[in-house]
């Protein structure tokens, strides 16, 4: 009986550790999704928190790159 309560106390044990070394994939699914949102001057999606923000005539506009932004503005200058 002793050699039983032994066994399934190092089972146990042995389940713990392997949890430690190898954690499960199902933090990975409870993670938000990531926004996602359009340049308006190439149209390119991106992650909402790797865009660059700008307020452009108190609205807001979000793009890849600083380049990007600057063409979005001087269009935006020229008639």
């Known amino acids: 009986m002793v050699r039983l309560a032994l066994f ?3 089972v146990i044990l ?3 550790v392997a949890r430690a070394l190898f954690p499960g994939k199902s933090s990975s699914a409870e993670q938000e999704p990531t926004e996602m ?3 308006p001057n ?3 999606y991106i992650p ?3 865009a ?3 307020t452009i005539d108190g609205k807001e506009y979000y793009f890849s790159s ?3 932004a600057e063409e979005f503005i001087n269009k935006q200058k020229s008639p």
Request: proline content about 0%; aromatic content about 0%; cysteine-free.
């Open 52 to 54: 660059i923000k700008k």
């Open 8 to 10: 399934g106390i190092a």
């Open 37 to 39: 949102v359009m340049d």
């Open 66 to 68: 600083e380049q990007s």
């Open 42 to 44: 190439n149209g390119v």
């Open 48 to 50: 909402k928190s790797e």
């Open 14 to 16: 042995l389940i713990l």
